[in-house]
């Protein structure tokens, strides 16, 4: 039998920060993924909690300050012309986006909500995602190599972390009419919106 070689303690410090992290990561990443598939939250249903519509947002219903922090900054990596020209342009996004995981339900809250905390918790954040820096300090060099670390990765969690995080990211921007043209999507066919009842109530108003 081969004697075991104990690891450093700095090493075995990160490998099990990284382990805990991943099996908590697991059932986030597989709800986000799946939720994310649903229809995109419209500008006029959002339920947030930050009433100043003009400065940064800080929090929402879902959102914590940590949490905005986080989707500030993996936002403006995942799209670089978030926030040019308009500066206010990503705080109606970060808007969007906490009116999406409102629209999610309490399961898919809960558990996302245990992703999150790795990626704001700094020990958690820097053993999963190589980020010692608040997400507010950090440099775009270091928002852009965590998730090309996690979307290159061999772990098929991280794999379903990034993905999960760049689809809400991209759904809640894209998913917004003023966006419709800059991913391709001409917007709803004539005879829909002649025809749906939403549609009408939506001229008529």
Excluded at 35 to 55: E, M, Y
């Amino acid at each position: 039998m081969r004697p075991h070689t104990p690891l450093l303690p700095t090493q075995s410090r990160r490998r099990f920060l990284r382990h805990s992290a991943l099996a908590l990561a697991a059932p986030a990443s597989a709800s986000l993924l799946s939720a994310c598939s649903g229809p995109s939250v419209r500008g006029d249903d959002l339920a947030s909690s930050d009433t100043d519509k003009s400065g940064p947002f800080l929090r929402g219903v879902y959102l914590d300050e940590d949490s905005s922090k986080f989707f500030r900054a993996a936002s403006t990596a995942v799209l670089p012309e978030l926030g040019q020209p308009d500066p206010q342009a990503i705080e109606h996004h970060l808007r969007q986006i906490d009116a999406a995981f409102v629209a999610f339900g309490p399961v898919t809250q809960n558990e996302f909500a245990a992703l999150l905390s790795l990626l704001t918790w700094a020990p958690t954040r820097g053993a999963v995602a190589g980020v010692w820096r608040d997400w507010d300090t950090a440099s775009p060099s270091d928002v852009e190599n965590f998730l090309s670390d996690w979307r290159n990765s061999g772990s098929t969690l991280l794999n379903a972390g990034y993905n999960g995080i760049v689809k809400i990211i991209s759904t809640s921007y894209y998913g917004q009419p003023e966006n419709f043209a800059k991913s391709g999507y001409p917007g709803p066919p004539a005879f829909a919106i002649s025809s749906l009842p939403q549609f009408k109530q939506e001229s008529a108003a």
